[in-house]
């Protein structure tokens, strides 16, 4: 059976660093000092020193969230203005990911075109937008994988496998894009604000096809995680998409795999095998404490999830782009024939996961 890899990976963010500008309008929100102290405290302990934007930071003491006036006191934008902006802005961050997987002359081969997106939508979408930017193909095979959440890289890539499987010949472009931040919600509510302290914008860009080098792509495998249907949820309300992300999701995690690590059949997300035979562990960094978790659930060495955190720690929680951030990562730093697992989290609660291994 032909094997698909995954030759290159390129990565965008917006120009705006908006972590510490968020810090200082989520204390606004809240009204005790008591909430302010925990914020504080959570926000020390979250692992992040950067996240990105496509709004530029506006000036707290003139009343402002956002430079050009996105997000107003009071007046927060509709969903509608929300997807203009996403439409406005969506082709830009892109572009700038497939400029850095360098694709150049190989556009004019560019087979299948699969986007991942749960931050936005419009019609004509993302998927014809870079077809007419980059001069693709006018037959190209495109494919949207919506609304899945921070999971949705793993269907994509499957997908991508699935199209080298049944034409060697395939060249499949992927692309993972995320504004998370057009989703910031002006409320009191504490984990609310403490769920936008993760999440920012970013894209990536990726090459698959049969030729055999990069990262050689194996079996995937996703379980739903039972009782945890409403941990995780992502709803399209009046004013953007709003999201909800228990407090339970690190343990209902944790519990969920050690009893996969438990198991000796070929059906759990580890094949029955256990964690020894596993060099790289690519882990979606939905936050800390989800790593965290991961890490306790499965008895990991700390070391092991340095990828994942230093993802995390430099752009935060990029929802479906942020897997690909480590990938990449691993791609640069690892070693030919280490093996690994890939794994992200979405709504449902379902973990997403396939095998790989360096070539």
């Not at 699969?114 to 001069?135: E, H, Y």
């Not at 609304?147 to 395939?170: I, K, N, T």
């Not at 302290?197 to 990069?214: K, M, N, Q, S």
């Not at 249907?229 to 407090?247: A, K, P, R, V, Y």
Request: proline letters at 4%; one cysteine or more; hydrophobic letters at 45%.
């Amino acid at each position: 059976m032909t094997v698909a890899y995954i030759n290159r990976i390129g990565t965008a963010v917006p120009p705006n660093d908006i972590h510490k500008p968020f810090l200082a309008f989520a204390r606004t929100l809240l009204t005790e000092e008591k909430q302010v102290a925990v914020f504080d405290r959570m926000a020390e302990r979250a692992g992040i020193a950067r996240r990105f934007s496509c709004l530029r930071p506006g000036n707290l003491e003139a009343g402002e969230v956002d430079a050009d006036g996105f997000y107003q006191r009071g007046h927060f934008p509709s969903t509608e203005t929300r997807m203009k902006f996403y439409e406005s802005q969506a082709l830009e961050l892109a572009r700038n990911a497939v400029d850095a997987l360098e694709i150049g002359a190989e556009r004019d081969a560019i087979t299948h075109l699969i986007v991942a997106s749960c931050t936005g939508f419009t019609a004509p979408g993302i998927d014809l937008q870079l077809c007419k930017a980059f001069g693709l193909r006018r037959d190209v095979a495109r494919t949207i994988v919506g609304f899945m959440g921070c999971s949705a890289a793993v269907p994509a890539l499957r997908l991508a496998q699935q199209a080298v499987r049944a034409e060697p010949s395939a060249r499949v472009l992927v692309i993972n894009l995320e504004l998370c931040s057009l989703h910031l919600q002006e409320t009191p509510d504490i984990e609310t604000i403490l769920s936008f302290l993760l999440f920012g914008d970013g894209c990536t860009a990726t090459l698959v096809t049969a030729e055999p080098h990069g990262i050689a792509l194996r079996d995937f495998r996703n379980v739903v995680i039972p009782d945890s249907q409403s941990l995780i949820t992502w709803h399209i309300g009046n004013q953007g998409f709003e999201m909800f992300l228990s407090g339970k999701v690190p343990s209902r995690i944790a519990q969920a795999l050690r009893e996969d690590l438990s198991r000796s059949d070929e059906a759990g997300l580890l094949r029955g095998e256990g964690t020894q035979n596993i060099d790289l562990w690519a882990i979606h960094g939905g936050g800390r404490t989800v790593l965290d978790a991961v890490e306790i659930g499965l008895g990991l060495k700390p070391e092991k999830l340095r990828h994942s955190r230093s993802v995390l720690r430099d752009y935060g929680n990029m929802s479906s782009a942020t897997v690909m951030f480590v990938l990449a990562r691993m791609m640069a730093h690892g070693s030919p024939k280490q093996r690994g697992l890939a794994m992200a989290f979405g709504p449902g609660m379902v973990a997403e996961t396939f095998r790989f291994s360096l070539v």
